[in-house]
């Protein structure tokens, strides 16, 4: 009962938002034009649902996503937990960190595109690009900020480099690592809808794209939609992946 409770507060919240959101366009507060009641935008949803189209751009965004995404956690975590092991390796590369991860991932889009045309790499690539900066970084930081008292009882024990590496730092830095893993998986929905609306033929972000060109309203709507609880999906993914990875600290 406590947890039914629990997710009834939740979501009343959402139920107050679509309620409004049905409501405002029907009593004139808002112009119907450019927002349609809820109700029409689930309508549009399932035509485009039914009608195949919907599942094809889902389809299709997640592949570019997921790709990207699984790249940049590839690259990044090992990457991460090597500089922030060896701090002269993080002193050499430390001014090219800052350079890249104050560069904003769309304002290089039209440089992976030239480098790698308007197909499906290029999209990936972008993703990758954006996701890898919040995985690396967050690792970095999870390596250096591990509790001092831990490692000065670890090397107490004299346990050699490696084990203390795999026994300490890396059980500790775990936490901190999927927070730049869950930023990662909200960044790559994101930049991959507006890599999308630039240059594609299917997905979320050209589906919304052309239904704002048609003024398919609902239609566009419709895409938001999915592309927010596809998000939401994620990070819950993401979530419980966490928790299974740190379930040692709930038995601590």
């Known amino acids: 009962m406590t947890v039914l409770l629990a997710v009834a507060r939740r979501l009343s919240t959402v139920v107050v938002l679509l309620a409004l959101w049905e409501a405002a366009p029907r009593l004139g507060l808002v112009d119907r034009t450019f927002l349609p009641p ?29 790709s990207g995404f699984g790249l940049a956690v ?82 107490s024990m004299d346990l050699p480099p490696h084990r203390l590496f795999r026994k300490v730092i890396l059980p500790a830095a775990v936490p901190t690592v999927f927070t730049g893993i869950r930023i990662a998986g909200a960044v790559s929905i994101l930049v991959l809808v507006a890599a999308e609306m630039v240059g594609a033929k299917a997905g979320l972000g050209f589906l919304v794209s052309s239904a704002q060109y048609n003024f398919a309203v609902p239609q566009m709507y419709a895409g938001i939609v999915t592309i927010s609880i596809i998000g939401l999906v994620f990070n819950q993914a993401l979530v419980a992946l966490e928790r299974r990875f740190t379930s040692w600290k709930a038995s601590g």
């Open 38 to 66: 809820f109700s029409e935008v689930v309508a549009a949803w399932w035509e485009l649902l039914v009608g195949g189209r919907l599942a094809g751009d889902v389809r299709a965004s997640l592949t570019r996503s997921l």
């Open 74 to 155: 590839a690259i990044a975590v090992p990457s991460g937990l090597l500089i922030g092991w060896y701090r002269p390796l993080a002193d050499l590369l430390n001014p090219l960190l800052e350079l890249f991860r104050n560069t904003a991932a769309l304002a290089l889009l039209p440089v992976f595109v030239l480098l790698l045309g308007i197909g499906e790499t290029s999209k990936v690539a972008i993703v990758c690009y954006a996701c890898t900066w919040p995985i690396l970084l967050n690792t970095i930081s999870a390596v250096r900020d591990v509790d001092p008292t831990l490692l000065r009882l670890a090397r």
